[in-house]
């Protein structure tokens, strides 16, 4: 397990999400509440990047067919979606958002 | 209310799956039939015209529900099998396999098939596009090189021009009308999709329908009103769909272009109800009745019905959503425009992202989105709560769709003092 760096902090504002590619994996971070999150970024559904999508009420939502993830657990919340996104930990460090990822697993 | 012991459901695709799996998940424990005349597991369509046709996507991706699942949630499925008439008296659905289903409560999810063209000859070559089948055997015909024309320049006519252009055949479609997508967008959008279609190399002919089609052992051609002839290996017939509705009318529901349903999808007959592309219903937020030909429509209508049928009396109250993929550009557009509405623009179209904008009374009553996903889905709140918006904003790239909408959003709860 490493910690990355993966945005500035500053750059996101409450429900803004943006999408990085870190060790092969590609990550939704986002702020909602003044939290930040990180999640697989790539829909469960069909293909598509989670991080074109809108976060709202504690999800972020896809924007092809609005399936939506729980931002703290990656949980399906309904149709389309029936499986769940993975989820990383997350710090600010020094005025950056650091997600831990474990190298070792594809 | 209750739902009693036994739900049948006719019509075994996305509205059908989606209504069994949200009962179940509303804890209804009785007995759900889902019956469908189609041999395959339900699915979703609009891969068939996009991923599936282009043999990126198996068609297994399309299942709703993997058949591990129906059992789990204790699901019968009845499959090529069809409902052939509904005794409403006894509450019983005649099968065509000669067996007869007792019910509580019955949901009609028929769907809806191809128009088909009045005086198509049924030759070798001729297709359309609406079941898993149709996909399989249009796809087999798909051979690069080849000359299909398109009859009907509508959403799934011109996927599949676009899939067959990715695939390597000359494309031309033939439209009636002056405008593509004539009955489902304004001009100034159709204008687009036309910009989009020609860039990729479609022969488009529009203002004149399809006048025959020729070929003695399969197609050869298709003759257009005015006496010109475009050669074809290859017809598609994309002309528009026909809502399944014959069933509840021969029981006696009431049906105008659609199973006329009320806002909780009660049909007009007694522990009948309906859902997805057979009805017409009532948008609360419209103002009006809508017959909607979308997969919104399909999983969310039938959710809708599923809560009503446990007894939740909940409308269906939603902004009309619907996307279309075409070449490089994913389409998404909330709510309804008619043909002629004007369109103002945030960015520029022709650079392939941007978002359209239709205005009725001040309000905003439509958006679309070209390769605008994430954004586009921000105007949703707008139409939904029918604040008034700032037009020139909206449009003014500089100024941040998020806060426009979050201010019209409150503008429209407690207005300025
Ligand atoms: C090629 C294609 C592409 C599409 N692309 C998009 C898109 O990009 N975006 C979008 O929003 N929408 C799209 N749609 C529309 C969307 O797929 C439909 O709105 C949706 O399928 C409607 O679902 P439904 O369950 O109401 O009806 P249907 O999917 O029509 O299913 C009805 C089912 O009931 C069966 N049935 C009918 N009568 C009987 C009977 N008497 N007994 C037993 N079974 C019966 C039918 O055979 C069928 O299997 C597309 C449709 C097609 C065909
Ligand atoms: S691709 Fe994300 S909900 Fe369908």
Not at chain 1, 57 to 73: A, N, S, V, Y
Not at chain 1, 84 to 101: I, P, Q, S, T
Not at chain 2, 168 to 195: F, I, K, N
Request: charged share 25%; with cysteine; aromatic share 6%.
């Amino acid at each position: 397990m490493a910690w990355h760096p993966v945005a500035e902090a500053e750059a996101l504002s409450d429900d803004e999400v943006v999408g990085v590619k870190i060790a092969g994996k590609d990550i939704a971070v986002c702020r909602a509440g003044g939290e930040y999150f990180a999640l697989g970024n790539v829909c469960t559904h069909q293909f598509a990047l989670l991080s074109d999508g809108v976060i709202e009420d504690g999800c972020i939502e896809c924007p092809i067919h609005q399936g939506r993830f729980d931002l703290k657990t990656g949980q399906p919340k309904g149709p389309p979606v029936s499986k769940a996104v993975d989820v990383y930990k997350v710090r600010v460090d020094g005025g950056r958002v650091m997600v831990e990822l474990d190298e070792g697993s594809p | 209310m209750s739902a009693g012991r036994r739900i049948v459901i006719v019509g075994a695709a996305q509205a059908g799956a989606r209504c069994a799996e949200a009962l179940r998940a509303e804890g209804f424990a009785g007995r759900i039939v889902l019956v469908g005349d189609e041999k395959h597991l339900p699915y979703e369509r609009p891969a068939l015209s996009k991923a599936v046709l282009l043999g990126e996507a198996a068609p297994e991706s399309t299942e709703v529900h993997p058949r591990a699942f129906y059992d789990e949630k204790s699901i019968e499925l009845r499959l090529g099998v069809r409902a052939e008439a509904i005794a409403t008296s006894a509450q019983r659905v005649l099968l065509s396999d000669g067996a007869w289903l007792t019910y509580d409560r019955l949901v009609l999810c028929t769907g809806s098939r191809a128009r088909p063209l009045a005086g198509a000859p049924d030759l070798p070559g001729v297709h359309t596009l609406r079941t898993l089948d149709d996909c399989a055997a249009l796809a087999r015909a798909l051979a690069p090189g080849a000359r299909l024309v398109v009859i009907g320049g509508g959403f799934i006519g011109l996927e599949v021009a676009s899939s067959a252009v990715k695939r390597g055949l000359a494309v031309a479609v033939v439209e009636r009308q002056d405008s593509l997508l004539e009955r489902v967008v304004p001009r100034a959008v159709a204008a687009q999709v036309e910009r989009l279609h020609r860039l990729n190399g479609v022969d488009l002919h529009l203002g004149r329908g399809a006048q025959r089609i020729l070929g003695q052992d399969r197609v050869t051609g298709v003759e257009l009103q005015d006496g010109s002839v475009l050669p074809a290996d290859l017809v598609v017939i994309g002309i528009g769909i026909v809502p399944n509705t014959e069933l509840g009318e021969a029981a006696g529901a009431r049906s105008e272009d659609g199973l006329v349903v009320d806002e909780y999808g009660r049909t007009t007959l007694a522990n009948v109800w309906a859902a997805g592309d057979v009805t017409s219903h009532p948008n609360p937020i419209l103002g009006r009745r809508v017959r909607l030909e979308s997969w919104q429509n399909a999983q969310n209508q039938a959710i809708a019905v599923a809560r009503n049928l446990v007894g939740q009396e909940r409308r269906y109250a939603e902004v009309p959503w619907f996307w279309s993929d075409q070449f490089d550009a994913n389409i998404q557009m909330y709510g309804l425009a008619g043909p002629g509405d004007a369109v103002a623009w945030r960015g520029d179209p022709a650079g392939g992202k941007a978002i359209g904008f239709a205005f009725a009374g001040g309000r905003l009553v439509f958006a679309v989105g070209f390769n605008m996903g994430g954004e586009l889905r921000l105007a949703r709140r707008l139409i939904e709560t029918g604040a008034e918006v700032d037009a020139a904003a909206l449009c003014d790239p500089a100024r941040k769709l998020k806060d426009i909408v979050s201010a019209a959003a409150a503008s429209a709860v407690a207005p300025a003092a």
